[in-house]
């Protein structure tokens, strides 16, 4: 699985502007977020779709994001995980 492409993640810039408005994240390149000095969240693609990793302690959990389902479930993990 390789990181998402410009395309993919131009096919995502809604999502990645609601990820922007969350406090306390930095964006060091495109689609890439930190959480202080800690990769927080990265964007994947394969050919079943694109996928989100979402750091949760010392390991990344895998959401896709094909779907505005999907896509509201990453932002609710995302918020869980800011607010703990």
């Known amino acids: 699985m390789r990181h998402a ?3 993919t993640l ?3 810039s809604d999502l990645l502007d609601q990820i922007r408005r969350r406090q306390g994240l930095k ?3 495109l689609g890439i977020f930190y959480r202080k000095s ?7 693609e394969d050919p079943v779709g694109t996928f989100a990793d979402l750091t949760v302690g010392e390991t990344f959990d895998r959401y896709p994001v094909n779907t505005a389902k999907e896509r509201k ?3 609710v ?3 869980r995980i800011l607010a703990e």
């Open 77 to 79: 993990a995302i918020d």
């Open 10 to 12: 131009q096919q995502l």
């Open 38 to 44: 800690k990769s927080f969240l990265h964007f994947h």
């Open 73 to 75: 479930e990453l932002l």
């Open 27 to 29: 964006e060091k390149k």
């Open 5 to 7: 492409s410009a395309q």
